[in-house]
T-cell receptor
Framework: DAMVIQNPRYQVTQFGKPVTLSCSQT?????MYWYQQKSSQAPKLLFH???????NEADTPDNFQSRRPNTSFCFLDIRSPGLGDAAMYLC?????????????FGPGTRLTVL | GDSVTQMEGPVTLSEEAFLTINCTYT??????LFWYVQYPGEGLQLLLK?????DKGSNKGFEATYRKETTSFHLEKGSVQVSDSAVYFC??????????????FGTGTRLQVTL
């Protein structure tokens, strides 16, 4: 089945220690998104790629970076995680040419910062 | 800007009860409307969608009708099950291609169904 895969599902890191979360997709969608979701809140968009074009949300901290080496893979790098970065991180994809097309979400990576 | 307002939770129902979760929106154009469901510890799954006025989305017994005159997209199910316990998000996106078509989410409504 075509899908969005996130690894790992659970990630524990130490305060200030860089961490990378990964997302891959078999849908061949050209748009990929990274969201941060804290407990009992809606997902908050961090950034997205439209093809190779990177688009950062205005309020995304500089501590968060992303890479998209090819259509299928996208990475979220947190350079110096703080306690406030503990959250669920969701990757999503969409076919950009489809009007009103929905986003397809992965299962998420839950990040714990010690 | 666009916004989505959905009813506060948690909503607690007995199994086989009727469910309504209200959702209203504000948008500049003609958005596509979605209901996503999130089970504990999981990502979001698309439950249903509607892309134009009077469209009815349906899936797994859930229904929602795109009402442009009332800017609403209320979620309904005739008989809920314990397995429907989850958080439900109403969302919209502007139907432009060539852009990110960002999702605007409501705050989410937690549904708990008891035996």
């Amino acid at each position: 089945d075509a899908m969005v895969i996130q690894n790992p599902r659970y990630q524990v890191t130490q305060f200030g220690k860089p961490v990378t979360l990964s997302c891959s997709q078999t849908l061949n969608h050209n748009v990929m998104y990274w969201y941060q979701q804290k407990s009992s809140q809606a997902p908050k968009l961090l950034f997205h790629y439209y093809d190779k074009d990177f688009n950062n949300e205005a309020d995304t901290p500089d501590n968060f970076q992303s890479r998209r080496p090819n259509t299928s893979f996208c990475f979220l790098d947190i350079r110096s995680p703080g306690l406030g970065d503990a959250a669920m991180y969701l990757c999503a994809t969409r076919l950009g040419t489809r009007v009103g097309g929905e986003q397809f979400f992965g299962p998420g990576t839950r990040l714990t910062v010690l | 800007g666009d916004s989505v307002t959905q009813m506060e939770g948690p909503v607690t129902l007995s199994e086989e009860a009727f469910l309504t979760i209200n959702c209203t929106y504000t948008a500049t154009g003609y958005p596509s409307l979605f209901w996503y469901v999130q089970y504990p510890g999981e990502g979001l799954q698309l439950l249903l969608k509607a892309t134009k006025a009077d469209d009815k989305g349906s899936n797994k017994g859930f229904e929602a009708t795109y009402r442009k005159e009332t800017t609403s997209f209320h979620l309904e199910k005739g008989s809920v099950q314990v397995s429907d316990s989850a958080v439900y998000f109403c969302a919209l996106t502007e139907p432009f291609t060539g852009t990110a078509s960002k999702l605007t989410f409501g705050t989410g409504t937690r549904l708990q169904v008891t035996l």
